[in-house]
C-alpha cells in the first residue's frame, strides 16, 4: 500500500527540516496542504525542501507554483473544484470515488474519526466500505484518510485500499515534542504496515 504524508494546516518550527528527513526515509509522496498560507509562504515553504525531493510533492493551493517548481502535481478540493491537469481530488462519498475517472489516485475521508479535526466524525460504516469494494468502487487508486493509525491498515487493506494518507498519526506528538526520534518511529511503523499488508 501507498503512504502518503500531508502536511499540518500551519507551518511549525522544525518542519521542513522534518520533511526532508522523512523524504531521506523512503517518503514517497508529501501533500502541500497549507490553506491558511500566502502564495509566498507556500513558495518559500516548497523551496526550503531539498530540489530532488520536488518530484513528490503535490501541492493543494497556488498551483502556478508548478511552474516554479518541478513538482509532481496538483490536488483538487473544495476550494479548488475544477482545475486541470489535475493529479489527485479529494472524495467524501462513494458517489464523488465512483465519478472521478480521471485522476491518479483520490482520497476518500473520514474513514476513522480524525486525528488531526476534533469532531470530524467516521462518514462511513464497515458494511458500506465492503459493499464499495464488491462494486470495485474502492480499488488501488483509492487512498484511505481520516483518523488513519498504523494498526489499521490492515483492515484497510481487506477493504481494498490502494494506500493511506495521514496527518495527526504523524504529527500531532511532533508538532508539541519535536522529538526527531519518535517522529522516525510513527513513520517507519506506518511505512513497513503499508509495506507488510
Not at 498551483?63 to 502535481?73: A, P, S
Amino acid at each position: 500500500m501507498r503512504l502518503i504524508v500531508i502536511t499540518t494546516e500551519t507551518f511549525f518550527e522544525g518542519e521542513v527540516e522534518a520533511i526532508n528527513l522523512l523524504f531521506e526515509n523512503g517518503l514517497e509522496l508529501l501533500h502541500v496542504r497549507k490553506p491558511y498560507a500566502t502564495r509566498q509562504e507556500t513558495e518559500t515553504f516548497i523551496g526550503q525542501i531539498r530540489k530532488n525531493f520536488h518530484s513528490r510533492i503535490v501541492i493543494h493551493d497556488y498551483y502556478e507554483l508548478t511552474q516554479l517548481f518541478d513538482l509532481k502535481g496538483i490536488h483538487l478540493n473544495r476550494r479548488h473544484p475544477d482545475f486541470h491537469p489535475s493529479t489527485s481530488l479529494s472524495c467524501h462519498s462513494l458517489d464523488e470515488v465512483s465519478e472521478a475517472q480521471f485522476f491518479d489516485y483520490v482520497f476518500l475521508s473520514p474513514i476513522f474519526d480524525s486525528l488531526s479535526k476534533a469532531g470530524y466524525k467516521k462518514g462511513f460504516t464497515h458494511e458500506q466500505l465492503n459493499e464499495a469494494k464488491e462494486r470495485k468502487i474502492i480499488d488501488r487508486r483509492v487512498i484511505a484518510l481520516g483518523g488513519i493509525t498504523a494498526d489499521k491498515i490492515p483492515a484497510l487493506h481487506d477493504y481494498g485500499f490502494g494506500g493511506i494518507a495521514v496527518i495527526g498519526a504523524l504529527w500531532s506528538d511532533f508538532v508539541v515534542s519535536r522529538n526527531v526520534n519518535t517522529l522516525l518511529k510513527r513513520f517507519n511503523e506506518l511505512k513497513i504496515n503499508c509495506d507488510t499488508v
